[in-house]
Structure formats: C-alpha cells, structure tokens
Nanobody, 126 residues
Framework: QLQASGGGLVQAGGSLRLSCVAS????????MGWFRQAPGKDREFVAA????????YYADSVKGRFTISRDNAKNTVYLQMNSLKPEDTAVYYC?????????????????????WGQGTQVTVSS
C-alpha cells in the first residue's frame, strides 16, 4: 500500500528527493513518516508530517537539511534531502499512521504506524 522510490547514489553535499505513493487507504486521514535503517543499526525516525501538511516534526540529525511535504491530491509524501552526508546512508522507509491531528515526539514511535513501505536505498559517498 506504500511504495517508496527516489533513492540512489549521491556525493556528499548533494541532494535527493524521495517519494512515497499510497494506495488502498484514505491518504488524507493519515499522518506520514519517514524512517531509515543503516547497516548494522536499528531503524530510526527521520521526519513526520500531519494529515493536512500543516505540522511537521524532524529528528535533530536532519533538521535544517531535510524537508518533508505531502500532496494529498496525489496520495504522495516526499522527503527532500539536501546537504547529504555519508552518515545519511541507509534504507529509507515511509510509513502511515492513522492520525488526524498534529505530529510531534510521538511520531517517532515505530509501533504507532499502521502501514510501511518496502524501503529505498540511499547511499552518500564521501
């Protein structure tokens, strides 16, 4: 129900935009999140956006470099990643959480998400 794309290989300092298209769910009723998992590490929260797009929340490690946005008409959430660093290398996952409200610290809790995408690989070379 969630299909992520847009990953790839980029040099440090470069940019990528990830997309995640939702199907078979009422997209506008869900807040959306991005998580990532680097090799040998646990999956970690990256960013979240509320059902209207009016509220966003970021991990400290990406604040000021990444921007999450959504287009409810296209059932799509985006993650614009700028000033990429080698430590951003990971598989990036999108997730949907049934919530018609603002997002905040609770958005970082994986277990609160109802649906997950398959992941897209981002590799940042130094």
């Amino acid at each position: 129900q969630l299909q992520a794309s847009g990953g790839g290989l980029v040099q440090a300092g470069g940019s990528l935009r990830l997309s995640c298209v939702a199907s078979e769910l009422t997209f506008s009723s869900y807040s959306m999140g991005w998580f990532r998992q680097a090799p040998g590490k646990d999956r970690e929260f990256v960013a979240a956006i509320s059902w209207t797009g009016g509220s966003t929340y970021y991990a400290d490690s990406v604040k000021g470099r990444f921007t999450i946005s959504r287009d409810n008409a296209k059932n799509t959430v985006y993650l614009q990643m700028n000033s990429l660093k080698p430590e951003d290398t990971a598989v990036y996952y999108c997730a949907a959480k049934y919530l018609r409200g603002t997002v905040g610290a609770s958005s970082s809790r994986e277990y609160e998400y109802n649906y997950w995408g398959q992941g897209t690989q981002v590799t940042v070379s130094s």
